[in-house]
C-alpha cells in the first residue's frame, strides 16, 4: 500500500488495518513551473506584505480562524493584504460578511477560482502563505508554497507536520487558537530575516522531497520490484 505520509499510515493502524508492505511516497510538486514564473499577479501589485491562502473556501479550512486572526492584526495596526485563492465550497458568503461587518475590505481580497497560471503568479507575488486547516490528507497547497519559497504558518495537525517543519520553513500553530496564529503570522510580517529563511528552507526540502522528478522516481523503483 502506498500512502502520503506518516499521518496516513497511523491512520491506517489505527483503523486496525495491517498491510504486507507500506511504502510513503508523497505527492509531487513541479519545481522548474514555480522557478520560471516571473511576471507578477494582479492581485499582488501594491507595496504592502502579501499574504496568501489558497484552497476551498470550506469550515475545514480554517477560513472563519483567518478571518478572526486578521481583524486581531488590524486591531494591532499591522499593515497587511490578504488574497483567499478558491472555489465556494460553503464558505463564501461567511467570509463576505465577516468582511463587510468588521470593514476589512482593505486589508482581504477574495480572489475566487483563478487558472493555473495566474494562482502561480500569485504564489511568486505573496510574502507569506497562511493555511489554518482543521485536517489535511496532504496539503499540496503546502509544497506549492514551498516551491515558490514562502514561509508557511499552518496547523500542528493531521498530515501538515510531516509536510511542512516547524520553525523550519513554518510555524505550526494549535488548532483552533487563532490568537496564536495572527501572532506567528505578525511575526513573519516584521521579521524579513525569518520570511526569508523559512522560504529557503521551504524550497530545499520540496527540492529534495516533494520534487516531481523525486515522486516519479521513487514510484519507478517500487514498480520495478514487480
Partial sequence: VVVLTEFSLKTLETYGFSPR??????????IAEFDNCIEK????????????FVGRLAYGKGLDLLLK???????????????IAGPDF???????????EYNLKNHITLCGRLS?????????????FVLPSRYEAFGIVLTEAMAARLPVVSTNISSIPFVAEHEK????????NYIELAEKLKLLIQNERIRR???DYGYELTARK???????DSYYKLYSEF
Fill in 90 to 100: 460553503g464558505d463564501e458568503d461567511y467570509c463576505r460578511t465577516f468582511i463587510k
Fill in 197 to 199: 529563511q523559512f522560504g
Fill in 210 to 216: 516533494f520534487s516531481i522528478a523525486k515522486v516519479i
Fill in 116 to 128: 493555473r497560471a495566474e494562482l502561480v503568479k500569485l504564489y511568486k507575488s505573496s510574502d507569506i
Fill in 169 to 176: 520553513c513554518a510555524y505550526l500553530v494549535e488548532p483552533e
Fill in 41 to 52: 499577479s494582479e492581485f499582488a501589485k501594491n507595496s504592502r506584505l502579501n499574504i496568501l
Fill in 69 to 83: 486572526a486578521v481583524k486581531y492584526l488590524v486591531s494591532e495596526k499591522i499593515d497587511f493584504h490578504l488574497n
Fill in 21 to 30: 508492505r507500506t511504502v510513503i511516497i508523497p505527492a509531487g510538486v513541479d
